[in-house]
C-alpha cells in the first residue's frame, strides 16, 4: 500500500490557507510583547511532499482506521509572518501589572513599536505517527516521538546575534511542544468540524493559548504538509478544514445532534439508576447487517451489546487493537471490548441486557431457542466472578474459536429475574440475532426494535471478524451485570429444557473451565 | 474625578504639609488633568464617609464597567492618625478640589525645621508621626490593594504599596517608595519585589533656593492681603528638571527618562501657562505638552508626541471649561463686598485665594486645602459655590473623543463621560459611562 501525494495543487494556490492561518493565529489572546495581528505573508508547502511508511494497521474499515506510519519530511515548506512586537521591556512588563503597585514612570514606559518578519524553513521532520480516524469522532494524529529535527528561523533581527539566537531557540521548543501537545488536539477539532456537521463548539478556540513572551509559533504549519486522509483523497486548499460552521454536506451519514443526544441520554440511563431507558427508533444497526448473513428469519434484531464505554476503549486503545494482523479479529476479541464488558457491568441495574455472541461453534437448530432460560441458569458461578472475568471468559471463549467454533450467547442481563423464559422474552436481552425475537420483551421499554446503544460502539468493537454471530439459545453464556447473588434466580422453567441436555453439560464444562481461568488469573494478579 | 479615598489622602498629604506637586512622576500633571482625564465606562455607584477625623470608608458598584464580571464592588478603608478635617459631604465638597484642572504650582517653599515637629511633654518626646493606612478589596476577582504611609521627618515620606491577587504571579507584588523633598530639589527611591524592580527619580528646580534666608523669605513670599502679594519678590516662574531611571533585576528590563517643566506662577499676571518636555532617550519618544488657564473658567492644553526612531506621531487636544450657574446681579455685588472685608486667615503659609476661604470658612474650619487645590488668583478663581459642573473635552489625530461632564447634582457628584471613534463609522460609541458618588 503506497501513498500517492498529489502536493502540486497545495503549492498552487494557499491564499485560503493563509487567510485561515491567520484568522487562526489570531484568535487566541496574544502575549502582550505583540502588538499588532500576526499576518501570515507566505506560505509556501514545498515541491517535496513528506514521505509517509506504513508500519501497521489496526483496524481498517469504511469509517474507521487506525494505523502507525513513519513518516519523515525533508522538503522546502516555508512560512513567513509578519507582526509588530513592542520594543520597550519596561512596558510590556508594566501593562501586565496593576497600577497600585507598579512604579508609574513618567515616561521611561513608553512604547515603541518595531515590525518583525519572521521565517520558518527548512523543517526536519521525522518521527512516527499513530493516526487514528474515525467518522464519527474525527481525526486523531499522535506523535510518539518528537519529529522535530531541525528548523531555521530566519528575522528582522539576524543581523543581531543575540536576538537572533535566542528566537531560533525558543522557536523551536515552542514548536516541539506544539507537534507533540497541541497539534493532536487541533487535528482532532478540525476533523470534528469538517466531518460532524452538528458538532457544534463555537466557543473552543483553534489554538490553545500559550504562556511564552515570544512569537507564538503558528500551529497550523504543519499538518498541512500531509493532508491527506486514508482514503487517499488529496485535499486540495479549498478542502481543507475551515473553521466555520457551514459544513458542506458529506455523501456519508453522519449523525445528527438529535441522534447523540438520544445516545447520550441512553447512555446516561444505563450508568445511573434511571427507570426508563429511552427508545431509539428507525436505527439500523451494523450487527443486523452481520447476522442476517447467517441467520434468516430475523424480524426484529435487536441491537446489542456495547456500551459506549467500549467504544472508548476500542478507539482508545490503539495499542491493543494493532495486535497484529487479520488473524487478532479472528481469533481474539481484544481487551478493550473486554474492558467494556467490564465497564457495562459495573452498571448493574435495570435495563437491556447486552449480548455479544461470538460463534465458536458449529451451527446448531436454531430453533432450539427456548433454552436460554436454561442456559442461564447453568451458569450462575462464573458471572461472579471478579469483573476480570469477563475478559478472561471472553479470551478463553474466542480462544477456542477456531478449534471449535462454537456459537456463544453472552447475555448480559441486569437484573434478578432473568426471566428470560423460554418464551423467548428476550426480555432485556436486546439480541443481536435471534430467530425468537418476535416478542417484545415485558419488562422494559416497550419496542423492542429500539436501540440501546449506539452504532459506534458497534463499529469500533466488532470488526468485520469472520465469526458466526448467532444466537442460539444452546450454547449460550449469560453474564450477569450485577455481581449480587440475588440476580441468580433463573426460572428455568419453560418448554426448552427437554431438548437442552446436552447444552447444559457442554454449559458446564465450559463453566468449569472459566473458573479454572479465573482462578489462574487471580492468582497471577 | 477624584475618588474620595484620593481625596482624602489628598487632604492628608496637604495637613501633613507634604508637597505633593514637587516630584518627578508629577511633572506632567497640569497636563495629563486635562488631556487625559479618564473617562468611566459603564455604570459605577459609590457610597464613602468620613465617619470620624482619622477614619474613612467607601464602598463603590460597578455595573458593566469592568471586564472583571457584570457586576463588581469595591471596599475601602483608610485611618489616618492625623485628623483631617475637610468637607466630606458630597454637597459640600468644593468642586474644585475634586476635579482636577489646570493645577496651579505653588512657589517653592522650605521645608519645616524638623525641630518643629518635635513635641516634647515633661522632657519626653510625645510626638508620633502621620501615618495613614489603607486599603482596597475588589470583588469578585478578591484583589486586596494595601497602602502605608508615613511622615517620618519634614522631608521625607515612607511609603509602601502592596497588591495581592492570585492571577498575579507570586500572588502579588510589594512596592516600597522612599520620598525626600528639600524644596529646591526632591528624590524619591523605590524597589518593587515583583521582578526586583529598583529606580530612582529626582526633580530639581532652578533658580532660589527657599532654605536660604529661612527665617524672613518665607514672611515676604506670603502674600497678606488678596492683591497686595509682595509680588516683587515672589518668582514669576519655575523651571524644572527631572530624570528617572529604572532598573529590573530579574527580568534585566529597565527604562530612563528625562523631563522640564516650565511653569508660570500665581505671581504671574497674565495668562498662566506650563510647557513640559519629556525625552526617553532608549526609545526615542519625545513628548512635549503645553496648557493655559485662557480665562476664569477656561483651560486649554494640546501635547504632541514624536519617536525618531519609527517616526510614529502623535496630537492631543484638550479643554477644561466651567460651568457657573447664573446668578442675580446683587448677590454678585454682594460677594464682593464680603470678600473685600473678610480678613484672610492664615492658618499656612499658602497664599490666600479670598473667593475660596469664604468657602472654607462657611462649612468647617481649618485646612488651607481648598485654598491650595483652588485656582490661582484671587480675582480669577470662581466661588465654588457657583460651580455648576466642569466640561473636558479631547481629541486626537485619529479623531479618537473623550467627553466627560463632572458636577454636582443635587448633592451628588456625578461624572458622566463618552469616548467616541470617528474613524469607525458602524461603532462610533466606543463607550459611554457614568459614575455617581455620595459621600457623607
Redesign the interface.
Known amino acids: 500500500m503506497a501513498f500517492n501525494f498529489n502536493w502540486s495543487p497545495l503549492i498552487a494556490d494557499t491564499v485560503r490557507a493563509r487567510e485561515m492561518l491567520t484568522t487562526a493565529l489570531n484568535k487566541s489572546p496574544k502575549p502582550p510583547i505583540i502588538v499588532d495581528d500576526i499576518i501570515v505573508t507566505e506560505l509556501n508547502l514545498g515541491k517535496q511532499p513528506p514521505d509517509l511508511e506504513i508500519l501497521e494497521i489496526g483496524d481498517l474499515a469504511e469509517d474507521r482506521f487506525r494505523g502507525i506510519f513513519k513518516m519523515s519530511y525533508g522538503g522546502d515548506a516555508f512560512l513567513t509572518l509578519k507582526t509588530r512586537v513592542q520594543?520597550?521591556?519596561?512596558?510590556t512588563?508594566l501593562s501586565t501589572?496593576?497600577d497600585?503597585?507598579?512604579?508609574?514612570?513618567?515616561?521611561?514606559?513608553?512604547?515603541?513599536?518595531?515590525p518583525l518578519q519572521i521565517t520558518l524553513s527548512e523543517f526536519r521532520l521525522s518521527g512516527f505517527v499513530i493516526l487514528v480516524f474515525s467518522k464519527q469522532k474525527g481525526l486523531t494524529l499522535v506523535f510518539r516521538n518528537d519529529p522535530l529535527e531541525s528548523l531555521k528561523v530566519s528575522s528582522t533581527f539576524d543581523s543581531i546575534p543575540f536576538v537572533r539566537d535566542y528566537l531560533q531557540r525558543v522557536i523551536e521548543e515552542q514548536l516541539r511542544v506544539l507537534f507533540m501537545e497541541d497539534l493532536p488536539a487541533i487535528l482532532h477539532r478540525l476533523s470534528l468540524r469538517l466531518w460532524s456537521p452538528d458538532y457544534c463548539d463555537p466557543s473552543d478556540p483553534i489554538i490553545p493559548r500559550k504562556e511564552d513572551e515570544t512569537i507564538p509559533i503558528d500551529p497550523l504549519a504543519s499538518p498541512l504538509q500531509e493532508p491527506v486522509d486514508w482514503l487517499e483523497t488529496v485535499f486540495g486548499d479549498d478542502s481543507i478544514p475551515s473553521t466555520s460552521m457551514d459544513n458542506r454536506s458529506e455523501p456519508h451519514a453522519t449523525f445528527s445532534q438529535k441522534s447523540l443526544q438520544h445516545l447520550s441520554t441512553l447512555n446516561d440511563s444505563q450508568r445511573t439508576l434511571a427507570l426508563a431507558t429511552p427508545s431509539i427508533r428507525e436505527v439500523v444497526f451494523r450487527a443486523w447487517a452481520v447476522v442476517s448473513d447467517r441467520s434468516s428469519g430475523i424480524q426484529t434484531p435487536h441491537a446489542p451489546i456495547l456500551s459506549r464505554a467500549s467504544s472508548a476503549y476500542g478507539s482508545g486503545s490503539s495499542t491493543y487493537s494493532m495486535v497484529s494482523g487479520a488473524g487478532s479479529e479472528a481469533s481474539r476479541p481484544t481487551l478493550s471490548t473486554a474492558s467494556s464488558y467490564t465497564y457495562s457491568r459495573s452498571g448493574g441495574r435495570q435495563r437491556k441486557p447486552k449480548r455479544r455472541v461470538i460463534d465458536l461453534r458449529k451451527k446448531k437448530d436454531e430453533a432450539v431457542k427456548e433454552d436460554d432460560a436454561i442456559t442461564n441458569s447453568s451458569t450462575p458461578e462464573p458471572t461472579i466472578a471478579p469483573s476480570s472475568a469477563p475478559s478472561v471468559m471472553l479470551e478463553s471463549i474466542s480462544e477456542e474459536g477456531p478449534k471449535s467454533p462454537r456459537s456463544l450467547n453472552f447475555e448480559l442481563s441486569p437484573t434478578a429475574p432473568v426471566t428470560v423464559h423460554a418464551s423467548g422474552s428476550k426480555a432485556r436481552v436486546p439480541k443481536v440475532e435471534t430467530e425468537e425475537t418476535a416478542q417484545p420483551p415485558p419488562a422494559y421499554t416497550p419496542p423492542d426494535t429500539d436501540v440501546h446503544d449506539f452504532t459506534k460502539p458497534t463499529f469500533t468493537e466488532k470488526p468485520r471478524r469472520p465469526l458466526h454471530l448467532k444466537t442460539t439459545s444452546t450454547g449460550s453464556i449469560p453474564l450477569l451485570r450485577s455481581l449480587s447473588a440475588d440476580r441468580l434466580t433463573f426460572s428455568p422453567e419453560g418448554p426448552g429444557s427437554s431438548g437442552g441436555i446436552l447444552e447444559q453439560a457442554w454449559l458446564r464444562k465450559m463453566a468449569r473451565e472459566i473458573k479454572r481461568r479465573v482462578d489462574e488469573e487471580r492468582l497471577r494478579a | 474625578m477624584l475618588d474620595f479615598m484620593d481625596y482624602i489622602q489628598q487632604a492628608f498629604y496637604h495637613s501633613s504639609r507634604w508637597n505633593i506637586d514637587n516630584s518627578?512622576?508629577g511633572?506632567?500633571a497640569t497636563a495629563q488633568s486635562i488631556l487625559e482625564f479618564p473617562i468611566p465606562k459603564g455604570l459605577r455607584l459609590n457610597v464613602s464617609s468620613l465617619g470620624t477625623p482619622h477614619f474613612s470608608s467607601s464602598y463603590t458598584i460597578s455595573l458593566a464597567g469592568t471586564s472583571a464580571g457584570p457586576v463588581t464592588g469595591q471596599l475601602s478603608y483608610l485611618y489616618s492618625s492625623l485628623p483631617l478635617t475637610v468637607p466630606s459631604r458630597s454637597s459640600t465638597i468644593p468642586l474644585s478640589a475634586i476635579v482636577r484642572g489646570y493645577r496651579h504650582l505653588r512657589p517653592l517653599r522650605a521645608p519645616d525645621n524638623p525641630r518643629d515637629w518635635e513635641v516634647w511633654h515633661r522632657g519626653r518626646r510625645v510626638d508620633e508621626r502621620d501615618t495613614l493606612l489603607y486599603g482596597r478589596i475588589f470583588l469578585p476577582t478578591s484583589?486586596l490593594?494595601a497602602?502605608w504611609l508615613r511622615r517620618t521627618t519634614p522631608t521625607q515620606m515612607l511609603q509602601v504599596?502592596?497588591?495581592s491577587?492570585a492571577s498575579?504571579p507570586n500572588g502579588?507584588?510589594?512596592?516600597g517608595?522612599v520620598h525626600n523633598d528639600h524644596g529646591k530639589y526632591s528624590t524619591e527611591y523605590?524597589f518593587?519585589s515583583?521582578?526586583a524592580?529598583l529606580?530612582a527619580?529626582t526633580l530639581y528646580n532652578v533658580g532660589h533656593d527657599p532654605r536660604q534666608k529661612q527665617d524672613d523669605s518665607s514672611e515676604e513670599l506670603m502674600p497678606t492681603r488678596a492683591g497686595t502679594t509682595a509680588a516683587s519678590t515672589a518668582p514669576p516662574s519655575l523651571f524644572s528638571m527631572g530624570v528617572?531611571?529604572?532598573y529590573?533585576l530579574l527580568?534585566?528590563?529597565?527604562?530612563?527618562?528625562t523631563?522640564l517643566r516650565f511653569t508660570t506662577l500665581p505671581a504671574y499676571l497674565a495668562f498662566p501657562y506650563t510647557m513640559t518636555l519629556?525625552?526617553?532617550p532608549?526609545?526615542?519618544?519625545l513628548?512635549s505638552t503645553y496648557a493655559v488657564k485662557a480665562g476664569k473658567y477656561l483651560a486649554l492644553s494640546s501635547r504632541f508626541d514624536f519617536?525618531f526612531?519609527?517616526y510614529?506621531s502623535g496630537v492631543l487636544v484638550g479643554c477644561e471649561l466651567w460651568r457657573l450657574r447664573k446668578r442675580a446681579p446683587l448677590e454678585r455685588i454682594n460677594d464682593a463686598v464680603k470678600t473685600s472685608e473678610t480678613p484672610p486667615s492664615a492658618t499656612m503659609e499658602d497664599f490666600v485665594n479670598p473667593a475660596m476661604d469664604k468657602a472654607a470658612e462657611e462649612e468647617q474650619a481649618g485646612g488651607g486645602l481648598l485654598r491650595s487645590l483652588g485656582h490661582g488668583f484671587p480675582s480669577q478663581a470662581p466661588a465654588d459655590e457657583d460651580v455648576v459642573g466642569v466640561l473636558k473635552a479631547r481629541v486626537d489625530q485619529d479623531w479618537k473623543i473623550g467627553l466627560l461632564w463632572e458636577g454636582r447634582f443635587k448633592e451628588l457628584l456625578c461624572s458622566v463621560g463618552a469616548s467616541l471613534d470617528l474613524k469607525r463609522r458602524e461603532k462610533i460609541f466606543a463607550g459611554v459611562g457614568l459614575e455617581v458618588q455620595y459621600s457623607n
Open positions: 520594543a520597550n521591556p519596561l512596558n512588563y501589572r496593576p497600585f503597585a507598579s512604579p508609574q514612570p513618567l515616561a521611561a514606559a513608553s512604547g515603541l513599536t518595531i | 518627578y512622576s511633572l506632567n484583589r490593594e497602602l504599596r502592596g497588591v491577587d498575579l502579588g507584588s510589594l512596592l517608595v523605590l518593587s515583583d521582578s524592580l529606580g527619580r528617572e531611571v529604572y529590573g527580568n534585566k528590563s529597565g527604562g530612563m527618562s523631563g519629556t525625552l526617553n532608549l526609545m526615542g519618544n513628548s519617536n526612531y519609527s510614529e
